[in-house]
């Protein structure tokens, strides 16, 4: 069966590190990948987006890279702050009008 | 950036009653509109595709006569949860593409929290 999965405990790290989140998928053929962000009660915000022929993509502190013979992408913030602290979900493409799949997401928070 | 306004934020409703959520792209025209739902805790479930001007595409195990959408024009497109029961409890969010862009990031609403009573 098909499946996206994201480390489902939370993730915390202190200020000025990098975190690392995972997203991993089976029996997917994604034309792309996306990453959100995700405050409580509210709807997810785009982060970056990576072709399945991109291996790394970088926006500002934000980096993502993209494995499609291992299936998975990695999420990293560099120089985390706490104003960083959020729920972070990967998302597929997948069949018709491109529609996203998501992940559960992780939790990342980052202390002072 | 593009706006996506979804309307009401937070509804409360009896058993058995319709509520009607609405989402619209604000500055930007979109033929293809997302509805997920979504649970404390877990992943965005994708409901239903809306299409502008035809029927809406629905997702395995979701109940089309239960979920009405309507996408009558590029801006708009409407989820009535119909006859709600407590289990309809959850947090609904639109979402949608900007035509007039090339890549394939979506704009989300804010997400409406219902709450069935």
């Known amino acids: 069966s098909q499946k996206i999965e994201q480390n489902s405990e939370a993730l915390n790290i202190q200020e000025g590190k990098t975190a690392t989140l995972t997203c991993n998928y089976t029996?997917?053929?994604?034309?792309?990948l996306q990453w959100y962000r995700q405050d409580p009660g509210r709807g997810p915000v785009f982060l970056l987006l990576?072709?399945?022929?991109?291996k790394e993509k970088r926006k500002e502190r934000l980096k993502v890279t993209f494995d499609t013979t291992l299936k998975q992408s990695l999420f990293h913030i560099t120089a985390s702050q706490p104003a960083d602290s959020a729920t972070y979900l990967c998302?597929?493409?997948?069949?018709?009008?491109?529609?996203?799949?998501f992940g559960a997401g992780t939790r990342l928070a980052v202390h002072p | 950036g593009a706006v996506v306004s979804q309307h009401p934020s937070r509804v409360i409703c009896k058993s058995g009653t319709s509520v009607k959520i609405e989402c619209r792209s604000l500055?930007?025209?979109?033929?293809?509109m997302f509805w997920y739902r979504q649970f404390p805790k877990q992943s965005l479930m994708l409901m239903a595709t809306?299409?502008?001007?035809?029927?809406?595409?629905?997702e395995q195990g979701v109940e089309k006569d239960k979920f009405l959408i309507n996408h009558a024009s590029l801006t708009l497109s409407t989820l009535t949860v119909t006859s709600a029961h407590p289990e309809d409890s959850s947090f609904y969010i639109c979402?949608?593409?900007?035509?007039?862009?090339?890549?394939?990031?979506?704009?989300f609403g804010s997400g409406t929290q219902l709450s069935v009573l």
């Open positions: 979402s949608a593409r900007d035509l007039g862009q090339t890549d394939e990031k979506l704009f």
């Open positions: 029996n997917y053929s994604p034309a792309y």
């Open positions: 990576i072709r399945e022929n991109e």
């Open positions: 998302a597929l493409s997948s069949g018709g009008y491109n529609k996203l799949i």
């Open positions: 500055d930007f025209q979109a033929t293809t």
């Open positions: 809306s299409n502008e001007g035809s029927k809406a595409t629905y």
